[in-house]
Protein backbone atom coordinates (compact mmCIF):
# COMPACT_ATOMS: atom_id res chain seq x y z
CA UNK A 1 0.00 0.00 0.00
CA UNK A 2 2.60 2.61 1.17
CA UNK A 3 4.67 2.46 -2.42
CA UNK A 4 1.40 2.58 -4.18
CA UNK A 5 0.53 5.60 -2.28
CA UNK A 6 4.02 6.70 -3.03
CA UNK A 7 3.10 7.16 -6.43
CA UNK A 8 1.10 9.94 -5.35
CA UNK A 9 4.25 12.70 -5.36
CA UNK A 10 4.83 11.19 -8.80
CA UNK A 11 1.86 12.22 -10.96
CA UNK A 12 2.13 11.85 -15.19
CA UNK A 13 -0.31 13.91 -15.88
CA UNK A 14 -2.53 17.18 -14.93
CA UNK A 15 -5.72 15.14 -14.17
CA UNK A 16 -3.38 12.63 -11.85
CA UNK A 17 -2.27 15.58 -10.41
CA UNK A 18 -5.81 16.95 -9.63
CA UNK A 19 -6.36 13.04 -8.41
CA UNK A 20 -3.74 12.45 -6.28
CA UNK A 21 -4.17 15.99 -4.54
CA UNK A 22 -7.65 15.38 -3.82
CA UNK A 23 -6.43 11.92 -2.33
CA UNK A 24 -3.62 13.14 0.14
CA UNK A 25 -6.74 15.96 0.72
CA UNK A 26 -9.15 13.43 1.74
CA UNK A 27 -6.58 11.92 4.35
CA UNK A 28 -5.44 15.18 6.15
CA UNK A 29 -9.03 15.83 6.28
CA UNK A 30 -10.51 12.63 7.96
CA UNK A 31 -7.30 13.11 10.24
CA UNK A 32 -8.80 16.81 11.91
CA UNK A 33 -12.41 16.63 11.33
CA UNK A 34 -12.99 12.90 12.07
CA UNK A 35 -14.88 13.79 14.76
CA UNK A 36 -16.97 15.92 13.22
CA UNK A 37 -17.66 13.45 10.44
CA UNK A 38 -18.87 11.29 12.56
CA UNK A 39 -21.08 14.05 14.54
CA UNK A 40 -22.46 15.18 11.08
CA UNK A 41 -22.97 11.22 10.57
CA UNK A 42 -24.92 11.10 13.73
CA UNK A 43 -27.26 14.07 13.14
CA UNK A 44 -28.25 12.80 9.71
CA UNK A 45 -29.38 9.82 11.68
CA UNK A 46 -31.47 11.59 14.20
CA UNK A 47 -32.52 13.85 11.90
CA UNK A 48 -33.96 10.77 9.94
CA UNK A 49 -35.79 9.59 12.95
CA UNK A 50 -37.16 12.62 14.21
CA UNK A 51 -38.65 13.39 10.55
CA UNK A 52 -40.79 10.05 11.54
CA UNK A 53 -41.54 11.18 14.63
CA UNK A 54 -42.46 14.18 13.39
CA UNK A 55 -44.94 12.45 10.82
CA UNK A 56 -46.81 10.51 13.46
CA UNK A 57 -47.00 13.13 16.00
CA UNK A 58 -48.60 14.82 12.66
CA UNK A 59 -50.99 11.66 12.75
CA UNK A 60 -51.41 11.46 16.33
CA UNK A 61 -52.97 14.90 16.32
CA UNK A 62 -54.98 14.52 12.86
CA UNK A 63 -56.40 11.27 14.52
CA UNK A 64 -57.18 12.86 17.48
CA UNK A 65 -59.18 15.97 16.04
CA UNK A 66 -61.00 14.02 13.96
CA UNK A 67 -62.08 11.55 16.28
CA UNK A 68 -63.37 13.87 18.69
CA UNK A 69 -65.44 15.19 15.25
CA UNK A 70 -67.04 12.36 14.83
CA UNK A 71 -67.73 10.77 18.32
CA UNK A 72 -68.34 13.64 20.51
CA UNK A 73 -69.63 15.79 17.82
CA UNK A 74 -69.04 19.52 19.36
CA UNK A 75 -70.43 22.42 18.12
CA UNK A 76 -67.00 24.52 17.75
CA UNK A 77 -63.53 23.13 16.04
CA UNK A 78 -61.71 21.37 18.71
CA UNK A 79 -58.50 21.80 17.18
CA UNK A 80 -57.19 24.32 19.61
CA UNK A 81 -58.53 22.57 22.70
CA UNK A 82 -56.91 19.31 21.54
CA UNK A 83 -53.92 20.65 20.87
CA UNK A 84 -54.02 22.98 24.48
CA UNK A 85 -54.08 18.97 25.70
CA UNK A 86 -51.54 17.69 24.02
CA UNK A 87 -49.22 20.70 25.09
CA UNK A 88 -50.51 19.69 28.81
CA UNK A 89 -47.91 18.73 31.26
CA UNK A 90 -48.05 17.01 34.63
CA UNK A 91 -45.71 18.16 37.50
CA UNK A 92 -44.66 15.25 40.29
CA UNK A 93 -44.69 16.45 43.78
CA UNK A 94 -41.01 17.19 45.31
CA UNK A 95 -39.03 14.53 47.08
CA UNK A 96 -36.68 16.53 49.03
CA UNK A 97 -38.90 15.74 52.22
CA UNK A 98 -39.91 11.80 51.17
CA UNK A 99 -42.06 11.25 54.26
CA UNK A 100 -46.40 11.90 52.45
CA UNK A 101 -44.98 11.54 49.21
CA UNK A 102 -47.40 8.70 47.42
CA UNK A 103 -50.50 10.69 48.92
CA UNK A 104 -49.17 14.32 47.49
CA UNK A 105 -48.72 12.40 44.44
CA UNK A 106 -52.09 10.37 44.62
CA UNK A 107 -53.81 14.05 44.99
CA UNK A 108 -52.19 15.61 42.09
CA UNK A 109 -52.89 12.30 39.77
CA UNK A 110 -57.08 12.37 41.30
CA UNK A 111 -57.09 16.32 40.08
CA UNK A 112 -54.78 15.25 36.41
CA UNK A 113 -57.67 12.59 36.39
CA UNK A 114 -60.58 14.82 36.73
CA UNK A 115 -59.24 17.84 34.44
CA UNK A 116 -58.83 15.35 31.33
CA UNK A 117 -61.97 14.04 32.14
CA UNK A 118 -63.85 16.99 32.44
CA UNK A 119 -62.04 19.01 29.12
CA UNK A 120 -62.68 15.62 27.14
CA UNK A 121 -66.05 16.07 28.06
CA UNK A 122 -66.56 19.42 27.12
CA UNK A 123 -65.13 18.99 23.73
CA UNK A 124 -66.66 15.66 23.48
CA UNK A 125 -70.72 16.26 24.73
CA UNK A 126 -72.18 13.23 22.40
CA UNK A 127 -69.34 10.59 23.50
CA UNK A 128 -70.61 8.21 25.99
CA UNK A 129 -68.44 7.11 29.39
CA UNK A 130 -66.85 4.28 27.29
CA UNK A 131 -66.22 6.77 24.53
CA UNK A 132 -64.74 9.91 27.02
CA UNK A 133 -62.12 6.96 28.59
CA UNK A 134 -61.36 6.23 24.82
CA UNK A 135 -60.96 9.55 23.56
CA UNK A 136 -58.96 10.34 26.80
CA UNK A 137 -56.45 7.71 26.21
CA UNK A 138 -56.63 8.45 22.55
CA UNK A 139 -55.49 12.35 23.43
CA UNK A 140 -52.91 10.98 26.19
CA UNK A 141 -50.97 9.18 23.15
CA UNK A 142 -51.06 12.18 20.91
CA UNK A 143 -49.38 13.98 23.67
CA UNK A 144 -46.73 11.36 24.38
CA UNK A 145 -45.94 11.29 20.65
CA UNK A 146 -45.80 15.06 20.98
CA UNK A 147 -43.31 15.15 23.89
CA UNK A 148 -41.23 12.38 22.51
CA UNK A 149 -40.93 14.80 19.34
CA UNK A 150 -40.24 17.65 21.36
CA UNK A 151 -37.49 15.84 23.33
CA UNK A 152 -36.26 14.50 20.47
CA UNK A 153 -35.96 17.92 18.39
CA UNK A 154 -34.56 19.22 21.41
CA UNK A 155 -31.08 17.73 21.38
CA UNK A 156 -30.66 17.24 17.54
CA UNK A 157 -30.84 21.25 17.16
CA UNK A 158 -28.88 21.63 20.42
CA UNK A 159 -25.97 19.40 19.11
CA UNK A 160 -26.56 20.94 15.14
CA UNK A 161 -26.08 24.38 17.04
CA UNK A 162 -23.13 23.29 19.06
CA UNK A 163 -21.88 20.43 16.94
CA UNK A 164 -20.90 18.74 20.27
CA UNK A 165 -20.46 15.00 19.75
CA UNK A 166 -21.23 14.09 23.50
CA UNK A 167 -24.79 16.48 22.88
CA UNK A 168 -26.38 14.14 19.95
CA UNK A 169 -24.59 10.99 21.64
CA UNK A 170 -26.61 11.02 24.55
CA UNK A 171 -29.70 10.97 21.81
CA UNK A 172 -28.21 8.71 19.79
CA UNK A 173 -27.43 5.85 21.91
CA UNK A 174 -31.22 5.88 23.38
CA UNK A 175 -32.55 6.52 19.79
CA UNK A 176 -33.50 2.46 19.01
CA UNK A 177 -34.94 2.14 21.94
CA UNK A 178 -36.67 5.39 21.75
CA UNK A 179 -38.35 4.61 18.13
CA UNK A 180 -39.82 0.88 19.42
CA UNK A 181 -41.44 3.14 21.85
CA UNK A 182 -42.72 5.20 19.90
CA UNK A 183 -43.80 2.70 16.88
CA UNK A 184 -46.06 1.35 20.47
CA UNK A 185 -47.53 4.26 20.90
CA UNK A 186 -48.48 5.03 16.98
CA UNK A 187 -50.18 1.52 16.94
CA UNK A 188 -52.10 2.41 20.27
CA UNK A 189 -53.55 5.41 18.12
CA UNK A 190 -55.78 2.70 15.82
CA UNK A 191 -56.58 0.89 18.89
CA UNK A 192 -57.88 3.72 21.22
CA UNK A 193 -59.72 5.67 17.95
CA UNK A 194 -61.64 2.09 17.69
CA UNK A 195 -61.79 1.17 20.76
CA UNK A 196 -59.74 -2.18 20.36
CA UNK A 197 -58.11 -4.49 23.53
CA UNK A 198 -54.66 -3.92 23.93
CA UNK A 199 -51.71 -5.85 24.77
CA UNK A 200 -51.59 -4.04 28.45
CA UNK A 201 -55.33 -5.36 28.58
CA UNK A 202 -55.01 -9.09 29.41
CA UNK A 203 -54.73 -8.44 33.04
CA UNK A 204 -58.00 -7.31 32.36
CA UNK A 205 -58.89 -10.04 29.91
CA UNK A 206 -57.90 -12.77 32.69
CA UNK A 207 -59.94 -11.43 35.37
CA UNK A 208 -62.64 -11.08 32.52
CA UNK A 209 -62.60 -14.52 31.83
CA UNK A 210 -63.15 -15.91 35.29
CA UNK A 211 -65.76 -13.52 36.00
CA UNK A 212 -67.75 -13.39 33.31
CA UNK A 213 -71.28 -14.22 34.06
CA UNK A 214 -71.64 -13.66 37.76
CA UNK A 215 -73.30 -11.04 39.29
CA UNK A 216 -70.89 -7.58 38.99
CA UNK A 217 -70.83 -4.86 41.31
CA UNK A 218 -68.78 -1.57 41.31
CA UNK A 219 -66.93 -1.80 44.28
CA UNK A 220 -64.43 1.41 43.68
CA UNK A 221 -64.38 4.05 40.78
CA UNK A 222 -64.44 2.53 37.16
CA UNK A 223 -63.87 -1.27 39.31
CA UNK A 224 -66.08 -4.30 38.73
CA UNK A 225 -65.99 -7.34 41.00
CA UNK A 226 -68.18 -10.44 40.96
CA UNK A 227 -67.92 -13.16 43.15
CA UNK A 228 -67.05 -16.32 41.81
CA UNK A 229 -67.06 -19.88 43.78
CA UNK A 230 -64.03 -21.70 42.79
CA UNK A 231 -62.91 -25.32 44.41
CA UNK A 232 -64.40 -24.49 47.55
CA UNK A 233 -62.78 -21.13 47.34
CA UNK A 234 -64.51 -18.21 46.93
CA UNK A 235 -62.58 -15.54 44.34
CA UNK A 236 -63.60 -12.24 44.62
CA UNK A 237 -62.61 -11.65 40.86
CA UNK A 238 -61.83 -7.06 40.07
CA UNK A 239 -60.92 -5.53 37.10
CA UNK A 240 -61.33 -1.91 35.87
CA UNK A 241 -64.74 -1.21 34.16
CA UNK A 242 -64.64 -2.02 30.46
CA UNK A 243 -65.34 -1.81 27.65
CA UNK A 244 -64.02 1.83 27.56
CA UNK A 245 -60.29 2.54 28.17
CA UNK A 246 -59.58 2.90 31.69
CA UNK A 247 -57.07 1.02 34.45
CA UNK A 248 -59.39 2.48 37.70
CA UNK A 249 -58.59 2.32 41.08
CA UNK A 250 -57.32 -0.91 41.69
CA UNK A 251 -55.78 -0.22 45.35
CA UNK A 252 -59.00 1.26 45.99
CA UNK A 253 -60.90 -2.09 45.21
CA UNK A 254 -58.65 -4.38 46.79
CA UNK A 255 -58.49 -1.95 50.57
CA UNK A 256 -62.35 -2.36 49.86
CA UNK A 257 -62.71 -5.59 49.77
CA UNK A 258 -60.26 -6.78 52.55
CA UNK A 259 -62.35 -3.87 54.25
CA UNK A 260 -65.35 -5.39 53.65
CA UNK A 261 -64.56 -9.04 54.22
CA UNK A 262 -61.96 -8.59 57.54
CA UNK A 263 -59.64 -11.14 58.20
CA UNK A 264 -61.39 -13.31 55.97
CA UNK A 265 -59.49 -12.97 53.07
CA UNK A 266 -56.04 -15.36 52.78
CA UNK A 267 -54.68 -14.29 49.76
CA UNK A 268 -54.30 -11.49 47.23
CA UNK A 269 -53.74 -12.85 43.30
CA UNK A 270 -53.09 -10.23 40.39
CA UNK A 271 -52.36 -10.63 36.68
CA UNK A 272 -50.70 -8.30 34.79
CA UNK A 273 -48.70 -7.08 31.92
CA UNK A 274 -44.73 -7.76 32.38
CA UNK A 275 -42.11 -6.67 29.75
CA UNK A 276 -40.26 -9.09 28.36
CA UNK A 277 -37.05 -9.77 28.00
CA UNK A 278 -35.44 -10.52 24.39
CA UNK A 279 -35.92 -14.31 24.04
CA UNK A 280 -38.02 -14.92 26.17
CA UNK A 281 -41.62 -16.02 24.59
CA UNK A 282 -44.60 -13.53 23.67
CA UNK A 283 -47.44 -14.48 25.95
CA UNK A 284 -45.46 -16.32 28.40
CA UNK A 285 -46.98 -16.50 31.74
CA UNK A 286 -45.08 -16.92 35.07
CA UNK A 287 -46.34 -16.15 38.36
CA UNK A 288 -43.98 -14.90 41.61
CA UNK A 289 -44.81 -13.10 44.77
CA UNK A 290 -45.38 -8.94 44.88
CA UNK A 291 -47.82 -6.51 43.94
CA UNK A 292 -47.76 -6.72 39.77
CA UNK A 293 -48.61 -3.21 38.65
CA UNK A 294 -47.14 -0.87 36.75
CA UNK A 295 -47.59 2.92 36.43
CA UNK A 296 -46.77 6.15 38.97
CA UNK A 297 -46.22 3.37 42.04
CA UNK A 298 -49.15 5.01 43.48
CA UNK A 299 -51.23 1.81 43.39
CA UNK A 300 -48.82 -0.67 44.22
CA UNK A 301 -48.04 0.83 46.90
CA UNK A 302 -51.60 1.33 48.37
CA UNK A 303 -51.86 -2.44 47.84
CA UNK A 304 -49.31 -3.63 49.82
CA UNK A 305 -49.80 -1.03 52.40
CA UNK A 306 -52.89 -2.71 52.29
CA UNK A 307 -51.74 -6.35 52.11
CA UNK A 308 -49.76 -5.53 55.04
CA UNK A 309 -52.06 -4.79 57.42
CA UNK A 310 -54.22 -7.29 56.85
CA UNK A 311 -51.40 -9.81 56.72
CA UNK A 312 -52.29 -11.16 53.38
CA UNK A 313 -49.98 -12.49 51.29
CA UNK A 314 -49.48 -11.15 47.36
CA UNK A 315 -49.25 -12.76 44.29
CA UNK A 316 -48.74 -12.20 40.84
CA UNK A 317 -48.98 -13.91 37.68
CA UNK A 318 -47.35 -12.34 34.48
CA UNK A 319 -48.16 -12.17 30.71
CA UNK A 320 -44.83 -11.61 29.19
CA UNK A 321 -45.03 -8.89 26.51
CA UNK A 322 -42.76 -6.77 24.13
CA UNK A 323 -42.80 -3.39 25.02
CA UNK A 324 -44.79 -2.78 21.62
CA UNK A 325 -47.23 -4.69 21.96
CA UNK A 326 -47.92 -3.10 25.02
CA UNK A 327 -50.40 -0.37 23.78
CA UNK A 328 -50.73 -2.10 20.65
CA UNK A 329 -54.00 -3.95 19.44
CA UNK A 330 -53.98 -7.34 20.99
CA UNK A 331 -52.01 -9.89 18.95
CA UNK A 332 -52.85 -13.28 18.91
CA UNK A 333 -50.59 -14.85 21.00
CA UNK A 334 -51.49 -12.73 23.61
CA UNK A 335 -55.37 -13.52 23.76
CA UNK A 336 -54.81 -17.28 23.69
CA UNK A 337 -51.99 -16.49 27.04
CA UNK A 338 -54.67 -15.14 28.71
CA UNK A 339 -55.91 -18.56 29.32
CA UNK A 340 -52.58 -19.78 30.29
CA UNK A 341 -52.90 -17.21 33.20
CA UNK A 342 -56.75 -18.28 33.88
CA UNK A 343 -55.09 -21.80 34.83
CA UNK A 344 -52.37 -20.60 36.55
CA UNK A 345 -54.06 -18.00 38.66
CA UNK A 346 -56.18 -21.28 40.00
CA UNK A 347 -53.31 -23.33 40.47
CA UNK A 348 -52.08 -20.54 42.86
CA UNK A 349 -55.23 -20.47 44.25
CA UNK A 350 -55.12 -24.23 44.68
CA UNK A 351 -52.00 -25.00 45.84
CA UNK A 352 -51.48 -21.71 48.53
CA UNK A 353 -55.11 -21.58 50.11
CA UNK A 354 -57.39 -23.52 51.51
CA UNK A 355 -61.33 -24.34 50.66
CA UNK A 356 -63.55 -21.95 52.49
CA UNK A 357 -60.73 -19.27 51.86
CA UNK A 358 -61.64 -16.27 50.27
CA UNK A 359 -59.04 -14.93 47.80
CA UNK A 360 -58.85 -11.32 45.60
CA UNK A 361 -58.17 -11.81 42.30
CA UNK A 362 -57.56 -8.76 40.87
CA UNK A 363 -56.95 -8.51 36.65
CA UNK A 364 -54.87 -5.40 36.06
CA UNK A 365 -54.31 -3.11 32.89
CA UNK A 366 -56.49 -1.03 30.45
CA UNK A 367 -59.26 -2.26 29.60
CA UNK A 368 -60.05 -0.99 26.42
CA UNK A 369 -62.02 -2.93 24.49
CA UNK A 370 -62.79 -5.56 27.08
CA UNK A 371 -66.00 -5.73 29.31
CA UNK A 372 -66.81 -8.45 31.91
CA UNK B 1 -34.66 20.14 8.77
CA UNK B 2 -33.86 20.58 4.71
CA UNK B 3 -37.40 19.36 3.97
CA UNK B 4 -37.92 21.35 0.62
CA UNK B 5 -34.23 21.47 -0.37
CA UNK B 6 -34.82 17.31 -1.40
CA UNK B 7 -34.71 15.89 -4.34
CA UNK B 8 -37.04 12.73 -4.42
CA UNK B 9 -36.72 9.93 -6.29
CA UNK B 10 -38.94 6.60 -5.41
CA UNK B 11 -38.49 5.90 -1.97
CA UNK B 12 -35.40 7.81 -1.70
CA UNK B 13 -35.18 11.71 -0.77
CA UNK B 14 -32.10 13.08 -1.15
CA UNK B 15 -30.41 16.42 -0.62
CA UNK B 16 -29.23 18.68 -3.56
CA UNK B 17 -25.22 18.22 -1.69
CA UNK B 18 -25.72 14.69 -1.72
CA UNK B 19 -26.44 14.77 -5.55
CA UNK B 20 -23.98 17.40 -6.12
CA UNK B 21 -21.32 15.40 -3.92
CA UNK B 22 -22.13 11.89 -5.06
CA UNK B 23 -22.31 12.80 -9.13
CA UNK B 24 -18.75 14.98 -8.43
CA UNK B 25 -17.35 11.87 -6.57
CA UNK B 26 -18.70 9.46 -9.28
CA UNK B 27 -16.78 11.61 -12.40
CA UNK B 28 -13.78 11.69 -10.70
CA UNK B 29 -13.76 8.13 -9.81
CA UNK B 30 -14.74 6.68 -13.13
CA UNK B 31 -11.99 8.77 -14.45
CA UNK B 32 -9.75 7.57 -11.95
CA UNK B 33 -10.84 4.11 -12.99
CA UNK B 34 -10.70 4.38 -16.80
CA UNK B 35 -6.91 6.42 -16.21
CA UNK B 36 -5.98 3.20 -14.22
CA UNK B 37 -6.93 0.82 -16.52
CA UNK B 38 -5.04 2.93 -19.30
CA UNK B 39 -2.08 2.29 -17.41
CA UNK B 40 -2.15 -1.07 -17.32
CA UNK B 41 -2.02 -1.38 -20.97
CA UNK B 42 1.14 1.06 -20.47
CA UNK B 43 2.74 -1.39 -18.60
CA UNK B 44 2.86 1.02 -15.45
CA UNK B 45 1.63 -1.31 -13.13
CA UNK B 46 2.34 0.73 -9.98
CA UNK B 47 0.60 3.75 -11.21
CA UNK B 48 -2.32 1.75 -12.87
CA UNK B 49 -2.83 0.52 -8.40
CA UNK B 50 -2.25 3.60 -7.49
CA UNK B 51 -5.77 5.12 -10.16
CA UNK B 52 -7.72 2.19 -9.15
CA UNK B 53 -7.52 2.18 -5.52
CA UNK B 54 -8.47 6.17 -5.76
CA UNK B 55 -11.55 4.71 -8.00
CA UNK B 56 -12.45 2.19 -6.08
CA UNK B 57 -12.23 4.33 -2.87
CA UNK B 58 -14.51 6.55 -4.67
CA UNK B 59 -17.36 4.09 -5.39
CA UNK B 60 -16.73 3.09 -1.76
CA UNK B 61 -17.84 6.83 -0.62
CA UNK B 62 -20.78 6.56 -2.97
CA UNK B 63 -21.72 3.81 -1.76
CA UNK B 64 -21.27 4.91 1.90
CA UNK B 65 -23.78 7.66 0.84
CA UNK B 66 -26.18 6.59 -0.49
CA UNK B 67 -26.26 4.01 2.47
CA UNK B 68 -26.15 6.41 4.92
CA UNK B 69 -29.05 8.89 2.58
CA UNK B 70 -31.41 5.57 2.53
CA UNK B 71 -31.21 6.08 6.62
CA UNK B 72 -33.75 9.32 6.02
CA UNK B 73 -37.21 7.74 4.70
CA UNK B 74 -38.99 9.69 2.61
CA UNK B 75 -42.04 12.02 4.33
CA UNK B 76 -44.53 9.93 2.53
CA UNK B 77 -43.44 6.60 3.60
CA UNK B 78 -44.04 7.97 7.27
CA UNK B 79 -47.11 7.01 8.59
CA UNK B 80 -48.36 4.98 11.56
CA UNK B 81 -48.41 1.49 11.28
CA UNK B 82 -52.46 0.20 11.20
CA UNK B 83 -52.84 -3.38 11.53
CA UNK B 84 -55.65 -5.69 10.67
CA UNK B 85 -57.45 -6.51 13.61
CA UNK B 86 -60.14 -10.05 13.34
CA UNK B 87 -63.35 -10.33 15.89
CA UNK B 88 -64.81 -13.74 16.43
CA UNK B 89 -68.20 -14.02 17.34
CA UNK B 90 -70.02 -17.23 18.88
CA UNK B 91 -73.45 -17.61 19.01
CA UNK B 92 -74.42 -19.92 22.54
CA UNK B 93 -77.50 -21.63 21.35
CA UNK B 94 -76.86 -22.83 17.71
CA UNK B 95 -72.71 -23.12 18.63
CA UNK B 96 -71.95 -20.57 15.05
CA UNK B 97 -68.77 -19.38 14.76
CA UNK B 98 -68.00 -16.45 13.01
CA UNK B 99 -64.88 -14.49 12.14
CA UNK B 100 -65.00 -10.76 10.38
CA UNK B 101 -62.91 -7.65 10.49
CA UNK B 102 -63.15 -5.75 13.51
CA UNK B 103 -65.84 -3.14 13.60
CA UNK B 104 -66.21 0.21 15.83
CA UNK B 105 -68.38 -0.63 18.91
CA UNK B 106 -67.16 -4.42 18.88
CA UNK B 107 -66.06 -5.41 22.59
CA UNK B 108 -64.93 -9.00 24.29
CA UNK B 109 -68.01 -10.20 25.57
CA UNK B 110 -70.22 -8.26 24.10
CA UNK B 111 -73.99 -10.50 23.62
CA UNK B 112 -76.42 -8.53 21.57
CA UNK B 113 -74.95 -9.36 17.98
CA UNK B 114 -77.59 -10.87 15.94
CA UNK B 115 -76.89 -14.93 15.13
CA UNK B 116 -76.75 -14.89 11.08
CA UNK B 117 -78.18 -18.74 11.65
CA UNK B 118 -80.57 -18.21 14.21
CA UNK B 119 -83.06 -16.04 16.62
CA UNK B 120 -79.87 -16.31 19.17
CA UNK B 121 -77.54 -13.56 20.21
CA UNK B 122 -74.11 -13.94 19.30
CA UNK B 123 -71.12 -12.92 22.02
CA UNK B 124 -67.78 -11.41 20.86
CA UNK B 125 -65.59 -14.19 22.73
CA UNK B 126 -62.46 -12.83 20.79
CA UNK B 127 -60.48 -9.79 19.25
CA UNK B 128 -57.34 -9.72 18.20
CA UNK B 129 -54.59 -8.66 15.55
CA UNK B 130 -54.85 -10.91 12.30
CA UNK B 131 -51.50 -12.71 12.29
CA UNK B 132 -48.55 -12.13 10.20
CA UNK B 133 -47.21 -14.91 7.80
CA UNK B 134 -44.71 -16.89 10.17
CA UNK B 135 -41.34 -15.49 9.29
CA UNK B 136 -38.49 -17.63 9.39
CA UNK B 137 -37.31 -18.53 12.86
CA UNK B 138 -33.91 -18.04 14.31
CA UNK B 139 -32.36 -20.40 13.90
CA UNK B 140 -29.48 -20.40 16.22
CA UNK B 141 -30.73 -21.48 19.90
CA UNK B 142 -28.95 -19.29 22.87
Not at chain 1, 188 to 214: E, S, Y
Not at chain 1, 281 to 286: A, F, I, M, T
Request: net charge neutral; hydrophobic share 40%.
Amino acid sequence: MYPLVGQLTQPSSDLGTILQVVFSLSFIIYIFYAQRIQTMTMLRQVEGSLRKVKSLRDEGRRVSIQTVKDIGKPPEDPTPQVERLMDNFFLTPTDLDPAGLVGKFEQLLNVREKRWEAEVRAIAPSASESEVNNLENLIEVAQALNVFYKVIRHYYLLGKKTMNIYIILQIHMVLPLLMREIEGYSSALQAFQKGMPIGDGVGALTAAKIMHGHPLREIAKDMMMAEVPSEGRTLLVMKSKGPGATVGKPADAVKTALDEHKGAVKAIVMIDAAGKLEGELNGEVSDGIGAIIGGTGVEKFRIEEAAKAFEVPLYAVAIKEDVIATIAPLEEDLFDATDKAVEAVKRVVRERTKEGDVVIVAGVGNTVGIAQ
Amino acid sequence: MGGKSRVEYGNLSLSWITVLAVIIIGIMSLFSLYLGFQAYGSNNADLANTYIIIGTAGFAVMGYMFFRTRAVPSPNKLNASKVDVVTTLECPKCGTKKVRDFETGDYVFRDDVPCTNCDGRMVITRINRRKKPEKEKEKVEV
